[in-house]
């Protein structure tokens, strides 16, 4: 059994107790009462994830004598919508949620986004814990406070700041995972190590077989604790996304352009901040920002990641006209995340739309020969 990790995470408010750890799941009432919570429990969840994980949960809090409501909302990103929101607080309303209730949300990021808006307007807020299940939810989705529901016409357009109570890691559930969906979240590790740490960088490519096992264990707590350690402190500076908070987006301008034009059941999110993180690292090197000795250790450990996608029929030029709409163009140039070494990263503007044709060929050349 690993040890458990425990930090306390800052914000404009106030501050919670982020747990990683195995067999949390089962001793959640424990962790609750410190955040007094007493009220009625509606735990927010999915077909697949209640019946993995569903059961355990409850009896833990049954066994407290926490009275519990659970609301299923449909698997898929395509569920994560304000008409679900909807149906999730009337259910709740009906099944006598009160004020000084608790929601806990079980399950990926679509679940924490979704769970995370409900509890900030349901009674203009109640208290929130999350127990993300992904490994994507863990090191992102769940920590740093950002809700939200997608709009017809793009992601996550309707949203809160809301800050959990108590984050609760069950590295155990990991273990159900599918394997594309433990690189997806691999990826934003990854992507914390390239733009704030290159040691932990390091520890997450020479430990990467072990950590894309998920195998419960001393390393894979300590890459999902410095993930989030380095994604709190980003957060504590800049909650609102005013400024610092943005180079997370590293890999994500390119890997939105990806997500749009592929389809979003054709590849996971952090599938496509691999590449969108590639594309981003050549440019940093085109520049002249990020020097040939760290780009091709970059290049080098991006390369070695084993996607399980074929990029035969990815459309350079339609990726280049996708990222024309993005937010963030302006004259077909683009402010975009580039790193001056590997561990710092900045916003960059004036980038000519252009370059992504160029950056999306080479990527292309890269994993024709990796798959
Ligand atoms: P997801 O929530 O759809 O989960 C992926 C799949 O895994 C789903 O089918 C889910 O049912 C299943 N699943 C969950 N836990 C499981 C387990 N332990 N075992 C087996 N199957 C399990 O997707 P995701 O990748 O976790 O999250 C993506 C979402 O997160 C997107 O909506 C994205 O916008 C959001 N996100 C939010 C933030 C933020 O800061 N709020 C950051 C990153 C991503
Ligand atoms: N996932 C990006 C952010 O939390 O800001």
């Given at each position: 059994m690993s040890d458990i990790s425990r930090q306390k995470i800052k914000h404009q408010t106030g501050q919670y107790e982020l747990l990683v750890g195995q067999g949390l799941l089962a001793d959640i009432a424990k962790y609750l009462d410190s955040i007094g919570a007493t009220g009625p429990i509606g735990i927010i969840t999915n077909n697949t994830v209640n019946e993995l994980y569903g059961a355990t949960l409850r009896d833990s809090l049954k066994a407290a004598g926490l009275v519990t409501r659970t609301i299923l909302i449909p698997d898929?990103?395509?569920?994560?919508t304000l008409a679900s929101a909807e149906q999730v607080i009337s259910a709740l309303i009906a099944q006598g949620?009160?004020?000084?209730g608790t929601i806990i949300t079980l399950g990926g990021g679509v679940t924490t986004d979704l769970g995370g808006f409900v509890a900030s307007i349901l009674f203009r807020g109640v208290k929130l814990v999350h127990i993300p299940t992904t490994l994507l939810a863990m090191v992102?989705?769940?920590?740093?406070g950002k809700t939200g529901v997608n709009h017809s016409s793009g992601k996550n357009l309707i949203g809160s700041f809301y800050q959990p109570d108590l984050v609760l890691m069950d590295?155990?559930?990991?273990?159900?995972?599918d394997l594309r969906d433990r690189i997806s979240g691999y990826a934003e590790m990854f992507k914390m190590g390239a733009i704030r740490d290159k040691e932990y960088l390091q520890f997450l490519f020479s430990n990467m077989d072990e950590l894309l096992n998920s195998k419960p264990g001393d390393k894979l707590v300590k890459g999902i604790s410095r993930s989030c350690a380095l994604k709190a402190q980003i957060v504590e500076a800049d909650e609102k996304e005013a400024?610092?908070?943005?180079?997370?987006?590293?890999?994500?301008t390119l890997g939105h352009a990806l997500e749009t034009t592929l389809g979003y059941g054709e590849i996971r999110h952090g599938e496509a901040v691999i590449l969108g993180m590639y594309g981003a690292g050549w440019l940093s090197n085109q520049v002249g920002q990020l020097s040939n000795e760290e780009w091709e250790k970059l290049a080098d450990m991006l390369g070695k990641?084993?996607?399980?996608?074929?990029?035969?029929?990815?459309d350079p030029v339609a990726i280049e006209q996708a990222t024309?709409?993005?937010?963030?163009?302006?004259n077909s140039q683009l402010h975009f995340v580039l790193l001056?070494?590997?561990?710092e990263a900045h916003i960059q503007a004036?980038?000519?739309?252009?370059?992504i044709k160029l950056a999306v060929e080479t990527l292309k050349n890269v994993w024709k020969d990796n798959t």
């Open positions: 898929g990103e395509a569920y994560k949620m009160e004020r000084s992102d989705a769940a920590v740093g590295i155990d559930t990991l273990s159900s995972l400024d610092l908070r943005r180079i997370l987006n590293f890999g994500h990641i084993p996607l399980q996608l074929s990029l035969e029929t990815v024309r709409l993005d937010k963030k163009v302006a001056k070494k590997i561990g004036g980038i000519p739309v252009l370059m």
